[in-house]
């Protein structure tokens, strides 16, 4: 493992095949419990273990492999392979709504490219003030902006198309009263993206409180001072909550059209989901 | 327009959903100022019909055996039927202006959590109007379908089944409507209470010259009311005329059933 750790007092202890082999000890203890008490989640246990397993493994050595060459190409590469994999991830829970897998994962990659790339570089160049591609600061920091602005779409979309099949009376109520679909749409619009933000805004509440969150543990546990953890995990949680809203936002304006029909009808087919 | 053109003019109008034939070929006319009726069996086209006089729905092609089968033709004659609106096509009327023309009541009361005030005032709040003279609009309009005006500031939500169908209906003629469409106003409340709403309606109609279209599931409402009726069975419309010509001499034995038979289970 590079030692890439020019402040802190020491690297952190590197973990291999031994450490591993213990960890199936604690593992081994949750599938006896399962057995000695019938509980039925051996199967399960053991395929979760096993994936995460083989995962975290996996992505260790990708990740590892870009850290080792740190060119843009390989960054933006690894990047845009996350994208793609958080759209079809996406795209495959809301695509009833959006009539089709394909074209909610292509409208999904092009939301979650756009919103998280832009937030990266401003977090990156302008915030911490990286002046390279650094896939040390660049991996993690996106990935996390990922993950948390695709859940967001996910949550909004999800809500948008049930909100509206719920209320399908109160909209054509407004419709009936000359509303336009967006007139229409927007108290249900703002519950979709109220929903979307609410995992964040919870964390951002308790964070340090309740709970440590991944982020600032991990660079703890890294070798970093724990206020300077607690800095870019602010800074992280800023970055997440501005790319749920965007992220959320985009994914509501662009769903809740597809529900009414350009003369200004509710398009019942198109809400059954 | 000339002064007595009809108000809603329908042509062979169909309607389907899918492979469902909802209206099947409906043609008539309602003449301005006038009151008609709407009753039929539950799942018969009642509020389908409804719905295509302000374009909540589109009508359809009927499915013919060569054409193909289904697709938005409002107002296009060439291929289906056509409903004409205060003499013009309906798919002629830009969109915001024939549904502030033709103004409906939905079955449920749907206030939106919004107050009282909020919910008259929601037809000019969605085009950015504010009229100078709020207070004394909504007092009027309150009073008009029996309310009293101090109700203005409660969660209309809170309220009563019978007074939120009153708010709906007060809402509905805040932009003075020239055509009214009510989809069973009465469904929900209890018989004395429908007895003061339907006689309110038709206070309303006469004073501001109102067209109504109005569907119904009791028929001695309509019977008291007056006016036209309009019978329709399984989609097809199978009679319409003066409401007690219909009842004193129904065009056929299905219409009989239905008028005498639902008479009976009441």
């Given at each position: 493992?590079?030692?890439e ?75 845009f ?138 660079q ?54 | ?15 389907r ?40 729905d ?6 013919s ?8 033709t ?22 915001r ?100 709403l339907?006689?309110q ?33 399984a ?32």
């Amino acid at each position: 493992m590079p030692a890439e750790t020019a402040q802190t007092a020491q690297p952190v202890i590197a973990l291999g095949v031994w450490h591993l082999l213990l960890l199936a000890v604690p593992a081994a203890v949750v599938i006896s419990v399962s057995v000695a008490l019938k509980l039925g989640q051996c199967k399960r246990v053991s395929i979760a273990v096993i994936r995460a397993l083989v995962q975290l493994v996996a992505v260790g050595l990708v990740i590892g492999w870009v850290f080792m060459h740190n060119t843009w190409y390989w960054i933006v590469g690894l990047l845009f392979v996350m994208t793609l994999i958080a759209a079809g991830t996406a795209g495959s829970q809301v695509g009833k709504w959006f009539s089709g897998f394909a074209r909610a994962s292509l409208l999904l990659s092009m939301i979650l490219a756009a919103v998280t790339s832009v937030m990266l570089l401003y977090l990156g160049a302008a915030v911490i003030g990286v002046n390279r591609w650094d896939a040390r600061y660049l991996i993690p920091l996106g990935g996390m902006l990922l993950g948390n602005a695709m859940t967001a779409a996910v949550l909004a979309a999800e809500r948008i198309g049930s909100e509206l099949r719920q209320h399908a009376g109160d909209v054509e109520a407004y419709l009936a009263l000359g509303a336009s679909p967006r007139q229409a749409a927007h108290p249900f619009i703002r519950r979709a993206i109220a929903a979307a933000l609410t995992p964040t805004l919870n964390a951002m509440m308790i964070v340090g409180v309740v709970k440590l969150p991944g982020m600032m543990t991990g660079q703890m546990l890294g070798g970093s001072a724990p206020f300077q953890a607690a800095m870019y995990q602010l800074l992280i949680l800023i970055g997440i909550l501005t790319c749920d809203t965007l992220a959320a936002t985009a994914t509501s304006i662009l769903l809740y059209r597809r529900f009414f029909t350009s003369d200004w009808q509710l398009n019942r087919a198109s809400l059954r989901g | 327009m000339s002064p007595d053109a009809p108000a809603i003019v329908m042509s062979n109008v169909h309607r389907r959903i899918g492979d469902a034939a909802i209206l099947i070929d409906i043609s008539l006319s309602v003449a301005t100022g006038e009151t008609l009726h709407i009753v039929g069996p539950s799942g018969s086209g009642k509020s389908s019909l409804l719905r295509l006089l302000n374009r909540l729905d589109e009508v359809s092609r009927p499915a013919s055996g060569d054409g193909p089968a289904s697709g938005d033709t409002s107002g296009d004659t060439s291929g289906g039927g056509g409903i004409t609106i205060l003499d013009r096509l309906i798919a002629d009327w830009p969109i915001r202006e024939l549904r502030r023309s033709v103004s409906m009541v939905l079955q449920e009361p749907s206030l939106l959590g919004l107050t009282v005030r909020e919910n008259l005032m929601l037809p000019f709040t969605l085009v950015n109007e504010k009229p100078a003279d709020i207070d004394p609009r909504v007092t009027r309009a309150l009073q008009r379908v029996g309310l009293d005006p101090a109700m203005a500031d409660r969660v209309a939500d809170q309220l009563s089944v019978g007074q939120k169908q009153r708010v709906t209906l007060a809402r509905a003629l805040m932009v003075e409507p020239r055509i009214l469409l009510l989809d069973e106003p009465t469904a929900s409340v209890d018989v004395r209470t429908a007895g003061q709403l339907l006689q309110q309606i038709q206070r309303l109609a006469a004073e501001s010259h109102l067209t109504v279209v109005m569907v119904t599931h009791r028929l001695e409402e309509a019977r008291k009311m007056g006016g036209r009726l309009a019978v329709l069975i399984a989609g097809r419309l199978e009679a319409i005329g003066p409401v007690e010509q219909v009842f004193a001499d129904p065009p056929n034995e299905t219409v009989r059933a239905f008028l005498h038979g639902e008479h009976h289970a009441r």
